[in-house]
C-alpha cells in the first residue's frame, strides 16, 4: 500500500464572480458539498444503502460591505439579483468553476463594528479542473 | 506547492524575503548572541511556536517573528527609519504570501520594541508557516582513519 505525502496550505481561493475578481471584497468563501444516501427495502425484505450520484453545493460567503465601489461585489449582486451568474474559485493545484444566482448580500450590523454580512448560495454546475490539465 | 522541511523553513524564508526587501538588507536566521553595532536595516527571523493543531501528522505550523531593526541608533532618526523598514518588509511579506500559500500572517498585531533592549527600534512581525516534519538525509560519518577532505 502506498503511503501518500500530504501538502498542506493556508486557505487561498481567489473567487471571480462574473467577469470581475471579487477576492479584495470576500472576508472567506467555502465551498461546501453534501451528499445524500438513500435507504430502502426490496420486496425480498433485504436492506440496501445506494449513494446518490449527485452532490449539492454550496458557497458561503463573508464580505465587506462596499456600496461605494459601483462595480464591487454587493453593487454587482444588487444589479443581478436572480441572475445567473458564472463564477471561478481557484485554489492551490487548480480550480472550480460553478454558477449561482445573484442575491445581495446583508447590510448594516452592530454600530461602530467593521462592516461585513455573510451569505450563502446555492452552487450549481460546479467543476474541478486539476491545474496543468 | 509543497510545505518545506522544518529543518531548510528559515533559510527559504529569508531566500524569498531577498527577493523582495531593498537592496542592501541583512536577513540573519535567529538573534546572536552579542548583538553588535548594525551596519545595515537587518531582519532577524526567530522560531517562536510550534503548533501541530489541525495539521495532519508529519506537519507542523511553524510561528516565525521577523524583527526588522534600524541601523540608526539615534531614538527620532531610529524610528523614522525603521517605519519605512517595516512598511517595505510588509509589503514584501505580501507578495510572497500571495504566492506561497504555506505562509500566512499570524493574525497578531505587529509592535515596536527596541531589538534586545539595545538603542536600535525593531518591528516585531509574526507570521506562521506550515512545514514538513523531515530531515535531510544524513551524511554517513567518515571512517575512522579516513583522511578528511
Known sequence: MAEIAAAPVFVKMPVQIGSNGQTAHIRSATLTPS??????????????????????????????????????????????????LSCTATVPGGSYAFKIIGSPLPAGGTGGSLATGTMTYEAFDVVFTAAGS | ?????ITD????????LLEHVPAGWDITPGLPEKLGKLSRTTVYLEYTTFDPTDLPPGHVSAGVDLL????????????????????????????????????????????????????????????????SLTRPTPTPDPVPGTPEE
Not at chain 1, 42 to 61: E, F
Not at chain 2, 9 to 16: D, I, S
Open chain 1, 35 to 84: 451528499t445524500r444516501v438513500e435507504r430502502y427495502t426490496d420486496v425480498g425484505g433485504n436492506d440496501h444503502v445506494v449513494g446518490a450520484d449527485t452532490v449539492a453545493w454550496q458557497l458561503a460567503l463573508d464580505a465587506i460591505q462596499d456600496h461605494a465601489t459601483a462595480t464591487g461585489l454587493q453593487r454587482f449582486m444588487l444589479s443581478n439579483i436572480g441572475v445567473e
Open chain 2, 68 to 131: 526588522v531593526a534600524s541601523r540608526l541608533e539615534d531614538m527620532t532618526k531610529g524610528e523614522n527609519d525603521v517605519d519605512d523598514a517595516v512598511l517595505d518588509l510588509v509589503l514584501a511579506l505580501d507578495q510572497i504570501i500571495d504566492t506561497h500559500p504555506v505562509l500566512s500572517w499570524r493574525g497578531e498585531p505587529a509592535t515596536k520594541e527596541q531589538l534586545g533592549a539595545g538603542p536600535n527600534l525593531c518591528w516585531r512581525i509574526k507570521v506562521a508557516a506550515i512545514a
Open chain 2, 1 to 5: 506547492m509543497s510545505s518545506e522541511p
Open chain 2, 9 to 16: 523553513l528559515r533559510a527559504w524564508l529569508r531566500e524569498q
